[in-house]
């Protein structure tokens, strides 16, 4: 009886386990989407950076900054001028 405790135990620990993976998954897709999104607006419009970042779902300047940058590798300011000059 006790080794079948344990193995639920261990079971709820692999669930839970993969569930927070699998979030982790969707939100970094989540995030690539919205960043691919903000690349195409910053390219094409003149509208504001926060504006942009707002729209693609980012309720938060300094996090749509700091994800952009990780993805993108430059400031999203930096990635428009740089797409302006090619």
């Known amino acids: 009886m006790y080794d079948f405790i344990i193995n639920l135990r261990g079971l709820h620990r692999i669930i839970y386990t993969t569930k927070i993976l699998l979030n982790s998954e969707v939100l970094e897709y989540l995030n690539q989407v919205r960043i691919r999104s903000a690349c195409d607006l910053l390219c094409n419009t003149d509208r504001s950076i926060s504006d942009i ?34």
């Open 53 to 86: 970042a707002f729209d693609t779902g980012f309720h938060n300047l300094s996090n749509f900054n700091r994800q952009f940058r990780t993805k993108v590798g430059c400031s999203p300011q930096t990635y428009r001028k740089e797409s302006v000059l090619s």
